[in-house]
């Protein structure tokens, strides 16, 4: 089991910053996946970015590419996606979801997720 706690969303305005973590705890992430989907109301999952757990690939969404940027602490079980030059239509519940492998795709086959954390940007 994996348990996955988001934090860092906010009220920030357009053009702004805002960078989000990842706490992962539970069985070893080695080998694994971590991805950040988001989800505005009446609108479906949407990826955002995901990286893998050992060496360092990673793989974007084409509406964030070049605005946000996925890294990760290993020492720290943890993930941030920092977000930068922030726009409206950013805003959504942000999520962190890991699994077993890392494929650089946006599908959301992914085993675990976290509970989410809220991003508004305000024009």
């Known amino acids: 089991q994996v348990q996955l706690v988001e934090s860092g969303g906010g009220l920030v305005q357009a053009g702004g910053s805002l960078r989000l973590s990842c706490a992962a705890t539970g069985r070893t992430l080695s080998g694994s996946a971590l991805g950040w989907f988001r989800q505005d109301s009446g609108k479906g999952r949407e990826f955002v970015a995901v990286i893998s757990w050992i060496g360092y690939s990673t793989y974007y969404s084409n509406s964030v590419k070049g605005r946000f940027t996925i890294s990760r602490d290993n020492a720290k079980n943890t993930v941030y996606l920092q977000m930068s030059s922030l726009k409206p239509e950013d805003t959504a519940v942000y999520y962190c979801?890991?699994?077993?492998?890392?494929?650089?795709?946006?599908?959301?086959?992914?085993?675990?997720w976290g509970q989410g954390t809220q991003v508004t940007v305000s024009s």
């Open positions: 979801a890991a699994r077993r492998y890392y494929s650089a795709s946006s599908n959301d086959d992914y085993d675990y």
